[in-house]
């Protein structure tokens, strides 16, 4: 059920990108730049790179698809060196409150390490929890739950 | 005699015979000597000195549970509305509870004849076993008094006699003083309507949801938001003397453990802590906080902190989840939650931190522990496969029991007579848009009796009882 409903995601992401292809700003002096997330932005590691990774149930662990993610993050914030990051760490309501405080610190703490180990300057990096307080899928199902439990990084 | 004084802030319970310190706005209790029951038939009733116990306790809890006690709680004659408004504080009590049935006044018979000793036979008749009478009077200045004497209708005698003068505002207080007296007297253990509760109201859509601490009395009246929703609020808890609550919340990004001082509204975040601090409770004592800490390396420990911050000292490791401590009512032994054995278990360890022992075997997993004012039951979450229970077991594992179980339920918060839980549920949403989620207080019996909606003006989560009079 996870997994599935996770390359539906993927599928999503994919058409996505291929209906609206990022636009590339031209560099002609006093040309206006066409709509699109500027460069180093919020907007664009969320459009062109992926600001969510998600986990399985009660887990942390990183799953291979959100480590791709996760590079392409690092490279993203290689690029753009001005960028600080905070990673929040969620869970879907299935749990408890105080516990799933831990558990969405123990994601957004994976996401981190694994940033870290990719060469992105530990001080560049917040992490916070929100637990189950933040969720991003408003349903009670398997496929909400499944979104709710992730690390999102946004630019601060 | 006795004598209590109510300070102004709530926080009361001044010792006995400090009569001369009466504080404005406080209120006074004295006791009234009995008249002598003119009775009739009964054996000579000792007069009853109120307060030294002359009554009887005439049920235990397990009957009364099987078979409420008939109360009959007639309109106290004076000030007609504040007697009538009196005696429905008192009758809502005693009737929510569960353990007394108080009669209709519809079935009263000549229920407005005054004089000392109430006409038992007209009591008698309509099947009370006891019977509240009073009388209500607004005195100058703002102040208020009430008096009120407990009768045993088949025996005559006067079990209890009070009088309470106050500042009027506290009108709802002597009611509830009142009913808490009532059951202390026929069920022989305290009670628990002179307390509030602390919640989290939340509001607004379920992704940016607005939740703010909030506080009302037990039966909900008085209702007052404390925080105001910028920050999430989260996991309010009562300290256990001062007039001052521990909760968790999110100002700037930064959630850490906060105290909030219910005399001045001024909150203060609760010492130093790199990481997130969370799940705060007060020792017994009152002189410490404790709670959990994340860790550098993703995990939780837990974690004491006096009250001004300083002298933290940690008692897990922090390599696993540890989080939710909370003493037994000794101050002895923590119960706490913990992921080490590789699933959310509940576990047991000395204050110090030494002999750590888990008490959770029931095939699933377990958080939320919360240890009883009597010290023999903890109250838990238990999450099921598809369901979620509220459940009791004693300190050593032993006697799992579910109270209460549903789609979602969470958060156990004992009465400070360990006789009713508080705790809330959620339901689920309809649809992808979030419709029909909802969060509301909920109160059980620790048999499982009795199951009851908490009313809140808002939607209501995390809800924490304070101590009595508290």
């Known amino acids: 059920m996870n997994l599935k409903m996770l390359g539906a995601f993927a599928a999503v992401a994919l058409l996505a990108a291929c209906a609206t292809p990022p636009v590339t700003a031209t560099s002609g002096a006093g040309t206006a730049v066409a709509a699109g997330p500027a460069p180093g932005s919020e907007q664009d590691l969320v459009k062109n790179v992926g600001n969510r990774v998600f986990f399985a149930f009660n887990k942390s662990a990183l799953k291979p698809d959100a480590k791709a993610t996760l590079d392409r993050q690092a490279a993203w914030l290689e690029k753009y060196t001005q960028d600080n990051v905070q990673v929040a760490g969620n869970c879907d309501d299935r749990g408890t409150e105080e516990y799933n405080i831990a558990l969405g610190w123990r994601r957004a703490n994976a996401a981190r390490d694994y940033l870290v180990a990719k060469g992105v300057a530990a001080n560049r990096i917040t992490t916070i929890s929100y637990g189950k307080d933040r969720p991003i899928a408003l349903g009670d199902n398997e496929k909400a739950w499944a979104q709710n439990r992730n690390a999102t990084t946004s630019v601060r | 005699m006795t ?50 116990g002359t009554g009887s306790a005439v049920i235990d809890v397990d009957r009364a549970r099987a078979s ?253 989840i540890d989080v939710s ?21 509940l576990y047991v360890m000395a204050a110090n931190g030494s002999g ?36 009791v077991m004693h300190p050593d594992g032993s006697g799992e029991r579910i109270l209460s179980e549903s789609y979602f339920c969470e958060g156990p918060t004992f009465a400070p007579n360990g006789r009713v839980i508080m705790f809330w549920k959620q339901t689920p949403a309809r649809n992808a848009s979030g419709a029909g989620y909802s969060t509301h207080l909920y109160s059980v019996d620790i048999t ?8 809140t003006p808002t939607d209501g989560s995390d809800p924490a009882w304070s101590p009595l009079g508290g």
């Open chain 2, 3 to 52: 004598d209590r004084l109510l300070h102004p802030t709530r926080r009361r319970l001044l010792a006995a015979g400090a009569a001369g310190l009466v504080l404005p706005g406080a209120a006074r209790a004295q006791s009234l000597l009995a008249p002598q029951p003119t009775a009739p038939a009964a054996a000579p009733a000792a007069p009853a000195a109120a307060g030294a």
């Open chain 2, 68 to 320: 409420p006690i008939p109360i009959a709680i007639p309109s106290f004659p004076g000030d007609a509305q504040l007697g009538q408004n009196i005696a429905g504080v008192i009758t809502n009590d005693l009737a929510n509870c569960g353990l007394f049935r108080p009669i209709s006044p519809a079935a009263f018979i000549n229920a407005g004849a005054t004089g000392a000793v109430p006409d038992f036979q007209n009591w008698k008749a309509i099947g009370a076993q006891a019977l509240v009478t009073g009388q209500a009077a607004t005195l100058g200045g703002g102040q208020i008094q009430v008096q009120f004497r407990l009768w045993d209708v088949l025996p005559q005698t006067q079990i209890q006699g009070t009088a309470y003068t106050t500042a009027a505002s506290n009108w709802r207080r002597v009611g509830h003083m009142i009913a808490d007296v009532i059951y202390e007297r026929l069920l022989g253990e305290g009670g628990y309507f002179d307390t509030r509760i602390v919640y989290v109201a939340g509001s607004g859509p379920r992704n940016n949801r607005i939740m703010r601490l909030a506080i009302m009395d037990q039966d909900s009246e008085n209702n007052r938001f404390l925080t105001d929703g910028r920050y999430l609020a989260l996991t309010p808890r009562f300290h256990p003397k001062l007039d001052e609550i521990a909760f968790m919340s999110y100002v700037n990004d930064r959630p850490r453990v906060y105290l909030f001082n219910l005399g001045t509204g001024r909150q203060r975040v609760l010492g130093d802590f790199q990481g997130i601090t969370l799940s705060p409770r007060f020792s017994p004592d009152g002189s410490t906080v404790i709670m959990a800490q994340t860790t550098p390396s993703g995990g939780s420990r837990i974690v004491t902190v006096a009250l001004n911050g300083s002298a933290s000292h940690a008692l897990t490791d922090g390599s696993a």
């Open chain 2, 448 to 455: 499982g009796f009795n199951e009851r909606a908490v009313v």
């Open chain 2, 356 to 391: 750590v022992k888990r008490i959770s075997f029931g095939g699933a997993r377990y958080g939320d522990p919360v240890w009883s004012p009597r010290g023999d039951l903890i109250a838990f979450t238990r999450i099921g496969g598809s369901t979620f229970g509220i459940g």
């Open chain 2, 325 to 345: 401590p909370c003493y037994s009512p000794d101050g002895t032994q923590i119960v706490f939650n913990s992921d080490r054995g590789g699933d959310q278990q």
